[in-house]
C-alpha cells in the first residue's frame, strides 16, 4: 500500500479530551441499537463534527437496526456497497457480520473479488442486480426493480436503497479520511 494510504488524514482524538457534544456524540452511540462505541471507523471521524456524526449515526443505526430488511440482506447489500468503493475498513467490520447472520461464505469471496455471486440465494441475486444496475448505470431496469419490490414490498425496497446510500457515504467517509484499519487485519482490497 502506498505510504500516503496508511495514515489517516484526520488526528486521532483522546476520549479523556473529547469536548461536551463530542462526549454526547460518543455517549449516545453506545447507547443506540450498536450498544457500543468505539474510537475507530466512521465514527472517530464523525467526532470532528459532532453534529453532523449525531444524526449520521442516527439514521445508520435506523437503517441498519430497524427496518423491515431481515439482517442477512441487510448485511449483505453493505457488503455490495463496500465492494464498489473498496472501504477496506467497513469491508473488514462488516463481512463477518454477513456471514454470521447467514450470507455464504463463497458469496462473501464473490462479491469480494468483484465476481456475480451466482450460488447466493434468490433474494441475494435479485438484490445484488439491483445493486450492479444502480451503481453502473445509475439507473435500475423495469424488471430488475420489480423483482426487488415483490421480494421486499415498497417499504423495504425504499430502506434498501436508503441503506445503499448510507453506506455510499459511510464507504466515501472511510476511504476520503483514510479510516485505518485494526492492526490485525489485511486489507481486504488492493489500493489503486
Known amino acids: 500500500m502506498p505510504k500516503d ?7 486521532k482524538l483522546s476520549e479523556r479530551d473529547l469536548t461536551a457534544d463530542q462526549r454526547a456524540l460518543a455517549e449516545s452511540i453506545k447507547s443506540g441499537p450498536r450498544g457500543q462505541f468505539k474510537m475507530a471507523g466512521p465514527f472517530a471521524i464523525y467526532l470532528h463534527a459532532p453534529a453532523f456524526g449525531e444524526r449520521a449515526q442516527q439514521l445508520g443505526g435506523h437503517l441498519r437496526f430497524n427496518t423491515s ?10 457488503l455490495l456497497s463496500a465492494a464498489h468503493w473498496k472501504a ?16 455464504k461464505p463463497q458469496t462473501i469471496r464473490d462479491i469480494q473479488i468483484g465476481r456475480a455471486p451466482k450460488s447466493a440465494r ?12 444502480l451503481y453502473t448505470k445509475k439507473r435500475v431496469s423495469g424488471a430488475t426493480f420489480n423483482r426487488v419490490k415483490k421480494l421486499l414490498g415498497a417499504a423495504g425496497t425504499v430502506e434498501l ?4 446510500g448510507y453506506y455510499a457515504m459511510v464507504s466515501m467517509t472511510l ?10 487485519i489485511k486489507p481486504p482490497f488492493r489500493e489503486p
Open 5 to 11: 494510504l496508511q495514515s489517516p488524514r484526520l488526528p
Open 69 to 78: 430488511l431481515p439482517p442477512r440482506l441487510s448485511e449483505f447489500a453493505i
Open 88 to 103: 477496506q475498513y467497513e469491508w473488514a467490520m462488516h463481512a463477518p457480520m454477513a456471514e454470521r447472520q447467514g450470507v
Open 161 to 164: 436503497i436508503g441503506l445503499l
Open 175 to 184: 476511504n476520503a479520511f483514510m479510516a485505518p484499519l485494526p492492526a490485525d
Open 122 to 133: 434468490p433474494d441475494e441475486r435479485a438484490i445484488y442486480a439491483l445493486v450492479k444496475e
